[in-house]
């Protein structure tokens, strides 16, 4: 590993969050020394809910998605930034109980009648925790290969293909300026649109339905591909895991899908 990629690592191993998020941050610290005849540290629990939203567990190994996202990545990716998510939005609301109560995709629509003194704490942790909780649902071990079904049937009708569907689906990730994300969204009827957000916005904002997303913000993939974001958004297909998504397309029409 050269000097450069060995700095950006530590650099990544001692940031929960990037400094953009406002409010209840927490962060890895540099490890400290053990004498040989201590363990060594366990790594970082999951942080502690405090309030109505909780950290979801994932429901596959950390290095379940190798080769193409590696566990170092995943394990801080979902137990640090994640978590400091979570953390951040529970204490952002534990005077507002009202709000705190509503639904996470209620929240998020409902923004403006968040108190201004945390409504951007609120913008950025609820929206990150939202956009998280559906990006570890639908990746998992075995996937890639193609959607079937009424899926694939709504992907050639509104998108033009599933290759045309890559293609811009990856064009509108590598496009996104900075921290953000690549949404396909969904609406009762079945119709599928790509749409990007900055940072950790979402269409949940605007009242929408995500079907499915991929991360772009660093974090999501510097340990291993560093600034080549593009390979990222490429090799990020082999892990969908297209069951997973069927369902929430399902759900969708149903007007069951929350986040």
Do not use: C
Not at 93 to 110: F, I, N, T
Not at 235 to 243: C, L
């Amino acid at each position: 590993m050269s000097t450069t990629t060995t700095l950006l690592a530590r650099r990544f191993l001692l940031a929960a969050v990037p400094s953009a998020v406002a409010g209840g941050m927490i962060g890895a610290r540099p490890a400290t020394a053990q004498p040989a005849t201590q363990p060594a540290p366990a790594p970082a629990a999951p942080a502690p809910s405090g309030g109505p939203f909780t950290l979801p567990p994932l429901t596959y190994a950390p290095g379940a998605l190798e080769p193409h996202i590696d566990a170092a990545t995943m394990s801080l990716h979902h137990d640090r930034h994640h978590a400091a998510y979570v953390t951040a939005l529970n204490n952002a609301l534990k005077d507002h109980g009202q709000m705190a109560q509503m639904p996470l995709e209620q929240v998020l629509a409902r923004l403006s009648e968040v108190p201004e003194a945390v409504r951007t704490t609120v913008r950025n942790n609820a929206g990150g925790h939202a956009n998280h909780s559906m990006f570890w649902q639908i990746m998992g071990a075995g996937g890639g290969g193609t959607p079937s079904g009424e899926l694939a049937q709504a992907i050639d009708r509104d998108l033009g293909g599933f290759e045309k569907f890559k293609t811009d689906f990856n064009g509108a990730g590598t496009r996104q300026f900075g921290s953000g994300w690549v949404f396909v969204t969904v609406d009762q009827a079945g119709k599928l649109a790509i749409a990007a957000r900055p940072n950790q916005d979402t269409p949940l904002m605007d009242g929408q339905r995500v079907l499915m997303g991929n991360d772009v913000w660093e974090h999501a993939y510097y340990l291993k591909y560093n600034n080549r974001r593009a390979d990222y958004l490429a090799a990020w297909w082999n892990v969908v895991n297209w069951d997973a998504v069927a369902q929430r397309f399902a759900a969708a029409k149903a007007g069951t899908l929350t986040i």
